[in-house]
């Protein structure tokens, strides 16, 4: 007996340690179940002390509840799928083993809940991801094929049209190269964005070094772009291919929407904490878009990219990171995945992201990184 009640001790201790939620219940004929045990797991998900409470305390979705007593006035063996509707809505599976109860006992129930909220977004961004990336490419595609069609024939012998047909086509197979390549970079980020950089990098000195690659752009589209590089701005912990690569794409951005004779700001600024990073540089909507795990005694360095174009509306804020989302009105004819890049680039250096804007009073981008140590 003493083996036995040491036995059931270390089952339990087992049982409060796993990361799953696991409940027991129980229920007698004609009366409705209750809880009769629930780990820590599931106390953590349910926010409520589960034994003696009854199943419908913990569990409200009706088919969850007629699955598990059904399976228990049965004991049979039950799985059902469901969501919680919260904040942030989470996807359930519950699956239901009965207990072998003594004659006259009460029947039990040991239900086991799995977490699928992960997998199922993930699938959700996978098939989303390929329908927008085929719409994409679809749309380029068929005009290469419809301008190859009308060059082998109605202006096969036209030399005007031929050449205004072949100048579109090769707008087109640009579009489709710089999204196979943007696909690629991405793709190539969120595979090694789990491993933290560990080199070292001046962005004073990479901020200007883009800058002077992007003049020629800068000045077919006739804007300017002036740099502040701040007082005493350290070196930051990073990747410098990639960190240019973000550079590259706020400063894009920027010059796409402002308009000719307008001046793009870039300003470097030392943040000694990250909530003096997060802080707001100007009058505005601004939303953080990707926020770090703040450390203690971490100090940053921010990146703040500011244009004057026709500025971003609320509702759109929040959705300026997806893949292919583009700001309706506001074609700037890139692949709509520069944003989504930053936000990975950043995310893969700790760091953050946020954007402050107003319909007509154009957007500051910031990106802010952890220093560097001496």
Do not use: C
Request: hydrophobic share 40%; aromatic share 4%; proline share 6%.
């Amino acid at each position: 007996m003493p083996e036995r009640a040491g036995a059931g001790a270390a089952a339990q201790m087992i049982l409060e340690l796993l990361p799953e939620p696991v409940i027991l219940v129980r229920g007698a004929d004609g009366e409705p179940p209750e809880i009769a045990y629930g780990n820590q797991a599931a106390r953590e998900v349910f926010r409520l002390e589960l034994a003696g409470a009854p199943l419908g305390a913990a569990l409200r979705r009706p088919e969850v509840l007629e699955t598990i007593e059904h399976a228990l006035a049965t004991s049979t063996s039950a799985e059902v799928a469901f969501e919680t509707i919260g904040v942030q809505p989470r996807f359930w599976r519950a699956f239901a083993r009965p207990l072998e109860a003594e004659p006259g006992a009460a029947k039990q129930l040991v239900v086991v809940l799995r977490d699928e909220t992960d997998a199922r977004r993930t699938e959700r961004m996978r098939a989303d991801f390929l329908a927008n990336a085929s719409h994409e490419l679809r749309t380029p595609l068929a005009s290469l094929a419809g301008f190859v069609e009308t060059l082998r024939t109605h202006a096969k012998d036209d030399p005007e049209a031929r050449e205004k047909f072949l100048g579109i086509m090769a707008q087109q197979a640009t579009r489709m190269a710089r999204l196979v390549d943007d696909l690629l970079s991405l793709s190539r980020i969120e595979l090694n964005e789990h491993i933290a950089p560990s080199g070292k990098v001046d962005l004073a000195r990479t901020v200007q070094d883009v800058s002077d690659a992007m003049r020629p752009l800068t000045a077919d589209r006739g804007v300017t772009v002036a740099i502040d590089p701040g007082d005493d701005v350290g070196s930051v912990i990073g990747d410098r291919d990639q960190l240019v690569q973000v550079i590259q794409n706020l400063v894009d951005n920027a010059v796409k929407y402002t308009p000719r004779g307008g001046q793009v700001r870039v300003a470097l600024r030392s943040a000694p904490t990250v909530e003096a990073a997060r802080a707001p540089s100007r009058t505005g909507v601004g939303l953080s878009l990707l926020s770090p795990d703040a450390s203690e005694g971490q100090a940053y360095v921010v990146l703040r990219v500011t244009d004057t174009g026709p500025g971003i509306a609320r509702q759109h804020l929040p959705r300026l990171s997806e893949r292919f989302y583009r700001v309706e009105g506001q074609r700037s004819g890139g692949t709509g995945l520069g944003l989504a890049i930053v936000k990975h680039v950043v995310n893969r250096h700790r760091g953050g992201l946020a954007v402050e804007s107003a319909e007509g009073e154009g957007s500051t981008f910031s990106v802010y990184l952890p220093v560097a140590a001496s």
